[in-house]
């Protein structure tokens, strides 16, 4: 029995440790390095002015960012990885520019398997079946580290925001590097942005600017290519403003395998549906471990998913 719960408990962190990683595309640890690369935020066309009312339109979609300081949730989380599918409750706790956790239970007991929590500084995966546990850099992952992903952007994925890769917040100097195309009323409107070999484009509904999906697109020809969606729906007041209670991300990836690997998922599909959302401000931002638990390491973790 245990060693079922334990299996279904780190497929399901494990599935979401690669989505965060955006399936890392031939992932590895690199030496930690304290500093970080500026990156190249300029549009495609940097001598281009964008119009006034393309500006204003990448205002509005920016101005959407609801006011809470914390969003809390119950969770129905569902992972399908190839023609494998996993679904079970657990929670989200959020708190603006401090974490996201995701707590996972144990299918059918409603006991915790696990957690994902995402800091500024560092991940942390706590695997409650085999009292273990895995802190890791962004640093240490050479894909997040050169494209300028850290905890920011995976925030701004999670709060419906644009962000700009390598920057804590996008403030209104930011707004022009933005590239938004106005097509009609009738259809969703394309902001993009573009660093190095990463494309990401937002699509936002042309009357209320609310982000209803954003692509990640990276192309290389030495590492091959990921495509990555994120998908909002069932928007709800939070305030006065409106936040998606449906979460949904998609990943195909043609990434070469690290050395050592026997296989890897071309395909991922990771679903959040929230309930009794709340602004809850009563918990503990930082989980801390149990002496009990032992240390294991990023790259152990990341091959095992790699071979699984």
């Not at 006034?52 to 609801?66: E, G, L, P, S």
């Not at 929230?274 to 931002?285: C, E, I, R, Y």
Request: proline content about 4%; some cysteine.
């Amino acid at each position: 029995m245990k060693r079922s719960y334990s299996k279904i408990a780190f497929n399901l962190l494990a599935g979401c440790l690669m989505a965060a990683a955006l399936t890392s595309c031939g992932t590895k640890k690199a030496a930690l390095n304290t500093q970080h690369p500026t990156p190249n935020t300029q549009p495609s066309t940097p001598d281009a002015q964008p119009s006034t009312a393309n500006t204003q339109f990448v205002k509005k979609v920016y101005d959407n960012a609801v006011y809470a300081k914390n969003i809390t949730a119950k969770i129905d989380f569902n992972i399908m990885r190839g023609d494998k599918e996993i679904s079970v409750g657990g929670k989200l706790l959020m708190r603006r520019d401090e974490v996201i956790r995701i707590q996972l239970n144990v299918p059918l007991i409603g006991m915790e398997a696990g957690r994902l929590e995402f800091t500024k500084d560092y991940v942390l995966i706590v695997d409650r079946i085999h009292s273990e546990y895995v802190k890791g850099d962004y640093n240490q992952v050479d894909f997040l580290k050169n494209n300028g992903l850290n905890f920011h952007a995976l925030q701004a994925l999670f709060w419906n925001q644009l962000f700009v890769p390598g920057q804590t917040k996008v403030t209104d100097d930011m707004l022009k590097l933005f590239s938004a195309e106005i097509l009609n009323s009738q259809q969703p409107t394309p902001i993009t942005l573009e660093k190095d070999n990463m494309k990401y484009t937002w699509l936002a509904d042309s009357q209320t600017g609310l982000i209803q999906r954003v692509d990640v697109d990276y192309n290389s020809k030495s590492s091959g290519s990921t495509h990555v969606s994120c998908e909002y729906a069932d928007f709800k007041a939070m305030g006065v403003k409106s936040f998606p209670n449906s979460i949904t991300l998609n990943m195909q990836t043609t990434a070469q395998l690290p050395a050592g690997t026997k296989k890897m998922p071309k395909s991922m599909k990771l679903g959040i549906k929230m309930k009794s959302v709340d602004n809850d401000s009563k918990w503990d931002a930082f989980t801390t471990v149990s002496k009990k638990y032992k240390q294991v390491s990023v790259d152990d973790v990341l091959k095992k998913i790699m071979s699984m």
